[in-house]
């Protein structure tokens, strides 16, 4: 067991690597002329750029996670009830984040005291950090900061109002909520199954039905249409389940290593790459009935995304076994404190809309880009410093 829970280098490098792509392609709306490739697709545009590939990929090392923490847990000693606890507060902690991103990004506001929006958001960020700091047990503050975070957040969500006067509402719950609720349901999922990867991946079957069965067609309409799976899965808050059946796909892939880690290397590898371009194989397939659009959350798109992921994370292993990951150590931060990196840029948006600078013309096409990964790289390095002086969120 022991073996099995320490941590996988290669799974914080696919995390870092997601967050930094995540951090980079969130700044392309600042510039123009940035190659369509790099961008998200229209919903009903057949493809998909790097943008598009972003967000279900962190989804897959989300759900690659869960079994190495929540195994690490029961090696601990932790009952079930404890860890059933901790995955609740973790769910609760990400609805809440992203509640209110999802309003102060969504609108524009005019609370009560009267603050402006950029305000909003260096308050909001700071209260973040005070509520879900990983503070060190020798600081005697913790809870009175932790305090001063809830009563400031609480004044934000009681004093939010939109223009038209609408208070906070949980909306589509935004990135981290939407994160939240598969992280909820594949732990769950995880736990009621015991890890059994074939009833994962029967799991993961069914909701490539839902998906199938809500999803429009290339020529338009259903292949079904509603029903009581897709009813099932509205209720669950999983939409047309394409967000479950990446996290799920990242569980079942870390569960299908531990089976193949008895055999070589190379087996190992050519397994993992044979899986990947089975998984392009069908969504080429399926790319007859549907259009690739991560708007419409289509199965061809879910199953490109899972062949590059299953492909990158085999890569990863591959070079993490054999020493080979010091090129990551820049970006490191990005998979150990992820969620820090995240939140960053949420300060420097504080700002911007304080001050709303004039970007020159010449930001632009290319330049955006490299401007783009600078200020990730800088994302990153902030988050850094951050972990040096004792200050990570950690939920």
């Excluded at 090392?61 to 601990?76: K, N």
């Excluded at 290397?265 to 659009?293: D, K, P, Q, Y």
């Amino acid at each position: 067991m022991a073996a099995e829970v320490r941590r996988n280098a290669a799974i914080d490098i696919f995390r870092a690597l997601t967050m930094a792509l995540m951090v980079t392609v969130n700044e392309f709306w600042k510039f123009g002329g940035i190659p369509h490739a790099l961008e998200h697709f229209a919903v009903l545009e057949d493809g998909m750029g790097l943008s598009d590939i972003v967000y279900p990929m962190f989804l897959f090392a989300m759900g690659m996670s869960v079994p190495l923490a929540l195994d690490a847990r029961e090696a601990r000693g932790c009952s079930a009830v404890s860890t059933l606890g901790h995955i609740l507060s973790r769910t609760l902690a990400l609805l809440v984040m992203g509640t209110f991103i999802v309003n102060v990004e969504g609108t524009q506001i005019a609370p009560l005291p009267g603050y402006s929006r950029g305000v909003f958001y260096l308050l909001m960020v700071a209260g973040f950090f005070l509520v879900w700091n990983r503070y060190s047990p020798e600081f005697r503050y913790r809870r009175l900061c932790r305090g001063l975070g809830i009563a400031l957040l609480l004044f934000l969500a009681l004093t939010f109002r939109s223009t038209e006067g609408a208070l906070m509402r949980g909306s589509w719950w935004g990135i981290l909520g939407q994160i939240g609720w598969m992280y909820l349901f594949t732990s769950l999922a995880y736990m009621l199954t015991r890890g059994r990867g074939w009833i994962l991946a029967l799991l993961w079957v069914v909701f490539a039905l839902v998906n199938i069965s809500v999803t429009p067609l290339r020529e338009g309409g259903m292949l079904i249409g509603e029903n009581v799976l897709a009813d099932l899965a509205a209720a669950l808050n999983l939409g047309n389940g394409h967000s479950v059946l990446m996290s799920l796909g990242g569980c079942i892939t870390v569960l299908a290593g531990r089976r193949l880690a008895a055999r070589s290397e190379t087996r190992n590898l050519l397994t993992a790459l044979s899986a990947a371009v089975v998984f392009a194989a069908l969504g080429i397939l399926a790319h007859r009935g549907w259009i690739i659009s991560k708007g419409l959350g289509t199965l061809p798109w879910v199953l490109f995304v899972t062949a590059i992921s299953v492909a990158l994370y085999a890569m990863l292993r591959v070079l993490e076994r054999h020493g080979l990951t010091r090129w990551a150590a820049p970006i490191r931060p990005a998979g150990t404190a992820t969620l820090t990196v995240y939140m960053i840029p949420y300060f420097f948006i504080g700002i911007w809309i304080l001050v709303t600078p004039t970007l020159p013309a010449w930001y632009s096409g290319m330049t955006g880009v490299a401007l783009s990964v600078a200020y990730a790289g800088v994302c990153i390095g902030i988050t850094w410093l951050l972990g040096k002086v004792g200050i990570m969120l950690k939920i």
